[in-house]
């Protein structure tokens, strides 16, 4: 069974103190890892695919890095319109084309 | 452009009532789904459809009904309310095809209890 394990559940950062989350997961055939950021209230935002290890990828002050068990979105330099909830999903190869999410990290950035 | 446009944003249910949650894309994605958010746990698929006329079911399909009749519109109907199915419930959407690169475009959510 897939599973995406996310770490920590929550985190407060001071502005400008950068800081990685943490997404471990187990999965039978990784098609992709996604990243999202969701507001309170407000549905998932899709920030980033990764589908192999050691790829990588940016937008802004997040970069989304991927290992074969691991996947860390690293924030450098956080502002305090980063606070978020962020989750991690993965989606296997085949089967009835499942995504699998993680629980999130809430992010708290403090002016 | 609207995206992932979902009604109605909140609804109190009886148990035992039915009701139905609508969901729209204007993007033109073949693959349209439902998920439900609860506390402490990841979002879980419920239903999905890779296209007009072809739906499936996902992880937690039990208690729920969809059909896909034409691309843009994919409803989710309650058959009989529960209060476990008291949830934050969100349709997303995708093209397919071999590319993920632009992920699931997902809507604002519809926060449903029953009582």
């Known amino acids: 069974e897939d599973q995406v394990t996310q770490s920590p559940e929550a985190l407060r950062l001071q502005e400008g103190e950068s800081s990685s989350l943490n997404c471990s997961y187990t999965v039978s055939g990784l098609r992709g890892l996604f990243w999202y950021r969701q507001d309170p209230g407000k549905g998932p935002e899709f920030l980033f695919t990764?589908?192999?290890a050691g790829e990588e990828k940016e937008k802004e002050r997040l970069k989304a890095t991927l290992t074969k068990k691991e996947s860390f979105l690293h924030i450098t330099a956080p502002k305090p319109e980063d606070s978020a909830t962020y989750l991690c999903?993965?989606?296997?190869?085949?089967?009835?084309?499942?995504?699998?999410f993680g629980i999130g990290t809430k992010l708290q950035v403090i002016p | 452009n609207a995206g992932v446009t979902q009604t109605p944003k909140f609804q109190v249910l009886k148990t035992g009532q039915s009701m139905t949650l609508q969901c729209a894309q204007d993007?033109?994605?073949?693959?349209m789904s439902w998920y439900r958010q609860d506390p402490g746990m990841g979002l879980r698929l419920i239903h999905y459809s890779v296209g007009a006329g072809i739906t499936d079911q996902g992880e937690v399909p039990n208690g729920y009904n969809v059909s896909r009749s034409t691309t843009e519109d994919f409803p989710l109907r309650l058959l009989s309310a529960a209060p476990s199915q008291t949830s934050v419930y969100f349709c997303a959407s995708r093209l397919t095809g071999p590319t993920l690169n632009y992920g699931y475009t997902f809507g604002s959510g519809t926060r449903l209890t029953v009582v």
């Open positions: 993007m033109n994605h073949e693959y």
């Open positions: 999903a993965v989606q296997a190869w085949g089967g009835y084309q499942k995504v699998t």
């Open positions: 990764l589908y192999s």
